[in-house]
């Protein structure tokens, strides 16, 4: 690589992780006001873990993200099996539709979503705003990551394995749990992590769909900022990025280390 050219690329990098360590680097400053270091200290940390308010939006945003990647992830999964190994009429316009929720943006999503709760609960009274809708409206987004990282793991599989385990006796549910399955796992990790790492940091959604008692880290993060960023803020910015950086790392090395 050119010089120059490495020179810019290292630039870029810094532009985009300068901003992330400058919050995880004074998460541990002693000062509570100011931008200048004034000693290493961990009393943050014990404050924000001591603060039940903050206990609880990690407590949300844990079983929201949990329980709507197993949701999604189960569906998605199968989604895109479907998709990618069998014909049936419209599966080419489905293939296309899988991708509007990727690129429509997430006030557009989160607007609509809010639009069918209220239509929901106007009409046949359900669906009041709270933890059970949050879920529902991330299931919503998560499905079509999960989708596409199954059905692109399925492609990148040689069809003769299944053919030689046909030949050799199997018949389709044999197939699928002895050699298929197996091999979309990879897959299926690496779509269950990326739906998890969306959910957890999932602002703009879960402040359209969120109730009274609902609140998750992004929605306490921004209310609390509004207030003025502390230290305590920082803290729990650095326990965000290091979850995400943890579950981004380990579907890159699934990725790789699976790669046929």
């Known amino acids: 690589m050119p010089p120059l050219l490495r020179c810019v690329a290292w ?25 200048s270091w004034q000693g290493f200290t ?13 206990l609880d939006a990690l407590r949300h945003t844990l079983i929201l993200a949990i329980a709507s990647t197993l949701v999604a992830t189960a569906i998605g999964s199968l989604l895109g099996y479907a998709l990618r190994r069998f014909t049936f ?3 080419r ?13 997430d006030i557009v999503m989160a607007v609509s979503l809010l639009l069918l709760f209220k ?5 046949m009274g359900i669906f009041e705003l709270g933890l059970h809708t949050m879920a529902l409206a991330h299931i919503t987004f ?61 602002f703009v959604v879960s402040f359209f769909t969120s109730g009274a008692g609902s609140v998750t880290l992004p929605i306490l993060i921004y209310s609390s900022v ?28 699934l990725q790789r280390r699976e790669r046929p």
């Open 89 to 91: 009429t419209g599966r």
């Open 93 to 105: 316009l489905m293939i296309q539709l899988l991708h509007i929720p990727v690129f429509v943006p």
């Open 226 to 253: 509004k207030r003025g960023i502390t230290p305590e803020i920082n803290a729990l910015s650095t326990i965000l990025i290091v979850l995400s950086a943890a579950a981004t790392v380990t579907v890159t090395l």
């Open 11 to 35: 630039l870029l990098f810094a532009f985009l992780y300068a901003p992330i360590l400058v919050v995880v680097v004074f998460s541990f400053n002693t000062a509570r006001f100011g931008a």
């Open 119 to 123: 239509f929901l609960r106007q009409w």
């Open 42 to 54: 961990l009393d943050w940390y014990r404050k924000l873990f001591a603060n039940e308010i903050a």
């Open 142 to 202: 998560q499905i079509p990551f999960v989708a596409i990282v199954v059905r692109a793991r399925l492609a990148g599989l040689d069809p003769v394995l299944e053919e030689a385990a046909h030949d050799l006796g199997g018949d389709a549910r044999q197939v699928f749990r002895h050699v298929t399955l197996p091999l979309m796992l990879p897959g299926i990790f690496a779509g269950a992590l990326l739906a998890f790492t969306l959910s957890l940091d999932d």
